[in-house]
C-alpha cells in the first residue's frame, strides 16, 4: 500500500492519508523521548515491536465489545485505523504509585492504591500535559458530561481486562493512558472510540516476580535495554518466537511481516465489528 499525503508527525508515530476516506495510515517510528521531549534516542526495532504489541491489544480489546480506531496491520510498522476527531485529554488509569503520582503525592514507587484512580490530563505538549479535573474538561468544551461518562466507563473496563491479560503472564499492571476519538456518523451519530495506541510506550509493566520494569521506564532512568523490555513483553503475549524479531540492532523483517499477517488473521476470526454495531448518541 503507497503512502500518501503526512497528516501529522508526533514523538513517536507518524500519520499519513489513508487508502479510503475516513482512514488513516498509523506508522510507528523508532524515536524514543522521555520527559516532554528533553531525553531523545533512536532505538531499532522499538516501533516494530510497540505496532505489533499495540494490534494485539487493540484486537483483543474489540473482542470484548471495546470500540477501537484499530482496522488491521499493513506491514511491521503501519496499522490501518479510522480517522477520528481526538479528544484532546489523555486519560490515566493508576493501580500503583509510580512515575508523577509518586512525585505528586510523596508516595513510594510500588505503592498498591486502595482503589483504581482515574485521572485526565489536558493532551498540550506545550503546557506538559497537565493534570486537569472535569469541570476544566466541561468548562473548556473539550468533552461533554456524557463523552466523559463513557470514556470513564471505557477505560475502566479496560483496565478490568488489562490486569487480567497481564497478570496471566506475569506481568503487573502498573498504570497505563488512553486517547479517545469521535467518528461522525453519516446521519450525525456520534461514535466514541478508543485510539491512538496501547504499548509498552504508554503502559507500565513490572515483572511479578523480579519487579523489573519492562516498559519505557527502562529508558527514561537507564533500568536496562528498552527493546529486551518490550520483546520480554511481547514473548509472553505469545506474539513472536523466543528467539525474538530484533537482535543487536538488527530486524527479522521477514519474520516480523508474517507475524502481521498472523494478527489479521487472528482478527479477522473474531470479526472486529464495524462501529454500527456500537451504541451511538443522537446529538
Known amino acids: 500500500m503507497a503512502r500518501r499525503k503526512k497528516l501529522y508527525e508526533g514523538k513517536a508515530k507518524i500519520l499519513y492519508e489513508g487508502p479510503e476516506p475516513g482512514t488513516v495510515i498509523q506508522y510507528f517510528k523508532d524515536d524514543a523521548t522521555a520527559f516532554n521531549a528533553e531525553k531523545k534516542a533512536v532505538i ?65 514507587d510500588g505503592t498498591i492504591l486502595p482503589r483504581p484512580l482515574l485521572e485526565y490530563y489536558y493532551k498540550k505538549d506545550e503546557l506538559g500535559d497537565p493534570l486537569v479535573g472535569e469541570d476544566h474538561i466541561f468548562t473548556f468544551g473539550w468533552a461533554d458530561p456524557y463523552e466523559l461518562e463513557e470514556i470513564a466507563a471505557m477505560a475502566w473496563r479496560v483496565n478490568d481486562f488489562l490486569k487480567g491479560l497481564f497478570a496471566g503472564i506475569g506481568l503487573r499492571l502498573v498504570d497505563f493512558k488512553l486517547e479517545f476519538g469521535r467518528i461522525w456518523g453519516e446521519n450525525g451519530e456520534l461514535y466514541l472510540v478508543l485510539a491512538d495506541e496501547i504499548s509498552p510506550d504508554n503502559c507500565r509493566l513490572w515483572d511479578m516476580q523480579t519487579g523489573e520494569r519492562m516498559d519505557k521506564d527502562r529508558f527514561r532512568f537507564d533500568l536496562g535495554d528498552l527493546v529486551e523490555g518490550y520483546q520480554y513483553i511481547a514473548k509472553k503475549l505469545g506474539l513472536i518466537p523466543e528467539s525474538g524479531i530484533v537482535e543487536g540492532g538488527n530486524i527479522n523483517e521477514k519474520l516480523a511481516e508474517n507475524l502481521d499477517q498472523i494478527e489479521n488473521e487472528v482478527a479477522n476470526a473474531r470479526r472486529l465489528r464495524d462501529l454500527k454495531a456500537s451504541k451511538p448518541r443522537k446529538l
Open 44 to 108: 531499532a526495532g522499538k516501533g516494530v515491536l510497540n505496532n505489533r504489541i499495540s494490534a494485539h491489544l487493540m484486537t483483543e480489546l474489540e473482542a470484548i465489545g471495546i470500540p477501537t480506531h484499530f482496522i488491521r496491520s499493513i506491514n511491521m510498522r503501519e496499522q490501518l485505523v479510522r480517522s477520528v476527531d481526538v479528544i484532546p485529554i489523555e486519560v490515566v488509569m493508576r493501580n500503583i504509585a509510580a512515575g508523577t503520582l509518586s512525585k505528586r503525592l510523596g508516595l513510594e
